[in-house]
């Protein structure tokens, strides 16, 4: 038995007077610590011991920097004397009295569940219970409470209580279990369902360490969702405390430490068991993340079987309010005006996978890109790798036609709402990166659909991955994350194992001699099918033929639009008078459309051009 009166040369404290505190831990049947009422951060700590009993002592794994030191096993009965003893006290306040203080610090005293010495006397309760005995060496016949608990503890004994009951209380001592060989098949055989645990340590505000009840499995456990700011050590020894690590800490502590709770564990990435814990009184990774104690973390949010709209819905209301560590918090579009953060506007042209040209009810032309997606793309060798070709990334990048394709059958010519998440900065070009002027960055829908979701869940674009403290990205990120993970799951796209589809286009928009051989062909064709890929003027356009593959410039016959200017052999022609009003006009009526002819020739714009 470990005993925890006090010793015998230890001097007896000054004349006792009541304290009071709250309950943080119990340590043992016989020893707990008590801690003040916070003010401005973690309150001070102090352990009490319980004058004249012993309690068994807890198990306690072998030192891991000793390879011969053993685990220690329970003794009888000591981890119900802790249960009896937590189950009445965290979190309750108590009162004590410290008889003695030895010349190490340590105090002993009785201890009374509440306000007062009219409470109940936790020694007396044990020993009652047969769960302590009381320590009869040095016992003073003068002294009524030493008195009382040899009392009851003769009475435990006739009524064979815990320890006085038969067998010695060999059946009491638990089968900790302190590794598990396979954690990821451990947490997959339990099916994401809630097991009954206690949390026995506090790491830190977003890691702690659990007894999986019933079967006594002590594992760590990690937040899924979120991180708290932590303790963290150097190289050279030296301890660094990140901002309000102490505060998460604590508050984790005050809520869930030796508390009953249940678990679900989600996940077990590189040996990391993920899992979010239920308390009756509310949710800790929520409450973490809305008092301003954690931050959202991409990579194990996926997991989290709770919602994970509901854990960015808590960090931006943190965010809001600038609370903790989000004080110097400023939102991407803290300075823009509510009318330029959202928006109404016509699609115009579909630029490549993740961007756009919108026309805003002003007139006026914006280019939007889609936010935290990258669109389809291949690596500088293989982009370089035939350079008798000339590169075009629209057909000769895989999954770029179709990527483009989708956007330009769902969004052109058509109103979609707009909800501007960041402006990206000009960026210059560096070694292996090119440069980018600023980009405009959103979350564009139509109908309620994502666009970006749903280009990222048919395998036509990647998410982009973040830095933990980036806050630039889309307001719909989860979705995005998820939507590709189904993506990869069902092999779509630029996750499929197939042989990527290739796009063999002929472009004979600037050979006059190829045009001229192509022309009786399609005289003869009847009815073609073409987009409009590009306008160079109002009456001059580049076709894309679907059915023939193949890239003509087209004129309309009858009419001729004023010149825009371009670069000629002997310089610059300048534009003619009302050419920019011309093309933009047969922009908006028709780039990026359905169009087909119905005879010989392609018949003029406005009365014969069908757009589809």
């Known amino acids: 038995m ?203 505000g977003s890691v702690v360490r659990a007894l999986l009840l019933p079967d006594y499995y002590l594992v ?29 800490k604590f508050f984790t502590e005050s809520r869930l430490l030796q508390r009953d709770v249940q678990i679900i564990l989600e996940s077990c990435p590189n040996q990391i068991i993920l899992g979010t814990i239920m308390h009756p009184n509310g949710n800790i990774t929520e409450l973490l993340l809305n008092e301003g104690f954690a931050r959202c973390v991409d990579w194990s949010m996926a997991v989290y079987t709770q919602g994970a709209d509901k854990l960015r819905s808590a960090e931006k209301s943190a965010k809001e309010r600038k609370v903790r560590i989000w004080k110097d918090y400023v939102a991407p579009t803290a300075n823009m005006d509510q009318k330029d953060r959202q928006f109404v506007a016509k699609v115009m042209q579909v630029l490549n996978a993740d961007a756009m040209v919108v026309k805003l009810n002003s007139g006026e032309l914006k280019t939007i890109h889609l936010s935290s997606i990258r669109p389809p793309r291949i690596e500088g060798e293989e982009k370089n790798k035939d350079k008798d070709k000339r590169f075009r990334p629209l057909y000769d990048i895989p999954y770029m036609f179709e990527a483009r394709e989708f956007l330009r059958k769902k969004i052109i010519g058509k109103k979609v709402n707009v909800t501007v998440d960041y402006i990206r900065a000009a960026t210059g070009p560096g070694e292996s990166t090119p440069a980018f002027s600023e980009r405009t960055c959103a979350t564009v829908t139509i109908g309620g659909i994502n666009i970006a979701e749903a280009l990222v869940s048919k395998g036509l674009a990647t998410c982009i991955r973040y830095r933990q403290d980036d806050d630039q990205r889309s307001s719909h990120y989860d979705e995005l994350l998820a939507a590709e993970a189904r993506a990869i799951k069902n092999g779509k796209g630029l996750h499929s194992k197939k042989e990527a589809p290739i796009h063999r286009v002929a472009d004979i928009s600037g050979d006059t001699q190829k045009a001229k051989q192509f022309l009786p062909f399609l005289q003869r064709a009847g009815r073609s099918e073409a987009v409009v890929e590009y306008v160079f003027s109002g009456s001059r356009l580049k076709l894309y033929m679907p059915k023939e593959t193949c890239l003509i410039t087209f004129l309309l016959a009858g009419i001729e639009c004023p010149r825009s200017s371009r670069n000629m052999p002997g310089g610059t022609q300048v534009a003619e008078p009302f050419s920019e009003e011309a093309m933009l006009f047969t922009k908006e009526l028709v780039l990026q459309r359905e169009v087909s002819r119905l005879s010989g020739t392609f018949w003029p714009l406005f009365h014969h051009f069908l757009v589809v």
């Open 2 to 204: 470990a005993s925890v009166s006090a010793p015998a040369q230890a001097a007896a404290a000054p004349a006792a007077s009541l304290q009071r505190g709250i309950v943080k831990m119990v340590l043992s049947g016989c020893a707990i610590i008590v801690r003040g009422q916070p003010r401005g951060g973690p309150p001070p700590e102090r352990q009490i011991n319980l004058s004249n009993i012993r309690a068994g002592a807890m198990a306690r794994r072998a030192a891991q920097a000793q390879p011969d030191s053993k685990d220690t096993p329970d003794e009888p009965y000591a981890f119900q004397a802790r249960e009896f003893l937590r189950k009445k006290l965290i979190g309750k306040e108590v009162c004590f009295t410290v008889e003695i203080k030895t010349a190490l610090g340590r105090e002993y005293g009785i201890v009374y569940l509440g306000r007062d010495t009219t409470g109940e006397n936790l020694a007396d309760s044990l020993v009652n219970e047969g769960l302590a005995t009381v320590r009869r060496e040095g016992i003073r016949g003068n002294n009524p409470d030493q008195a009382r608990l040899c009392e009851l503890e003769d009475q435990s004994r006739a009524s064979k209580k815990g320890l006085w009951s038969e067998g010695g209380g060999t059946q009491s001592v638990r089968d900790l279990k302190y590794t598990i060989e396979n954690p990821r098949n451990f947490v997959d055989s339990l099916h994401q369902k809630p097991i009954n645990a206690i949390i026995e340590h506090v790491r830190d």
């Open 220 to 248: 760590t456990v990690m937040l899924s969702g979120v991180k708290c700011p932590t303790f963290k050590r150097e190289a050279d020894g030296t301890e660094f405390t990140e901002s309000f690590a102490a505060e998460a």
